[in-house]
T-cell receptor, first 113, second 112 residues
Framework: NAGVTQTPKFQVLKTGQSMTLQCAQD?????MYWYRQDPGMGLRLIYY???????DKGEVPNGYNVSRLNKREFSLRLESAAPSQTSVYFC????????????FGPGTRLTVL | SQKIEQNSEALNIQEGKTATLTCNYT??????LQWYRQDPGRGPVFLLL?????KEKRKERLKVTFDTTLKQSLFHITASQPADSATYLC???????????FGIGTKLQVIP
């Protein structure tokens, strides 16, 4: 099993450009999450999907959109990137509830110039 | 506002000793607490979960305590090894997906 995979690993964007971060899990998990991690701050939840077909905002959703394409895949889209979105983005999944173990992907390091 | 405090300073410890990391919180009533390990350039890896009605949890060389009166969790690694060097994150949850809050982590360096 690959676990949670993310693409791309690195990305540089110019302000105003758009991009989609891809995430897939092969553990048959119901719940999936997108976090961002910034120096001096903890992981912050951007969006989550409790189950296939549902998505909800987390702590810092502004400037992002998500799509739960199917049970395996959960994508994060930046419509118009801003320098404040420079961060490391992690996707995670869990079997069902938020108290379950979360399995994280390797992360995408995004720089917005 | 809710706040989690982990010692942002790196913790250096001699190999073989017990490492103790602290997670303090304020303005929070967590239902559970989790500890994760994160290596440079990688995603966090789950280690242990302890619920509010549990005082202590153990897994191999790891031990977690949870004191809801002191609003504190201690994470112990006994017989520490250089391979234990990493950043350790605590995460608190009180119900609902939006209620999971991560600390910034403590970097542990085990010196041979």
């Amino acid at each position: 099993n690959a676990g949670v995979t993310q693409t791309p690993k690195f990305q540089v964007l110019k302000t105003g450009q758009s991009m989609t971060l891809q995430c897939a899990q092969d553990m048959n998990h119901n719940s999936m999450y997108w976090y961002r991690q910034d120096p001096g701050m903890g992981l912050r939840l951007i969006y989550y999907s409790a189950s296939e077909g549902t998505t909800d905002k987390g702590e810092v959703p502004n400037g992002y959109n998500v799509s739960r394409l199917n049970k395996r895949e959960f994508s994060l889209r930046l419509e118009s990137a801003a320098p404040s979105q420079t961060s490391v983005y992690f996707c995670a999944s869990s079997t069902s509830g938020h108290t379950d173990t979360q399995y994280f992907g390797p992360g995408t390091r995004l720089t917005v110039l | 506002s809710q706040k989690i405090e982990q010692n942002s300073e790196a913790l250096n410890i001699q190999e073989g000793k017990t490492a103790t990391l602290t997670c303090n919180y304020t303005n929070y009533s967590p239902a559970y607490l989790q500890w994760y390990r994160q290596d440079p350039g990688r995603g966090p890896v789950f280690l242990l979960l302890i619920r509010e009605n549990e005082k202590e949890k153990r897994k191999e060389r790891l031990k977690v305590t949870f004191d809801t009166t002191l609003k504190q969790s201690l994470f112990h690694i006994t017989a520490s090894q250089p391979a234990d060097s990493a950043t350790y994150l605590c995460a608190l949850g009180s119900g609902g997906y939006q209620k999971v809050t991560f600390g910034i982590g403590t970097k542990l360096q085990v010196i041979p």
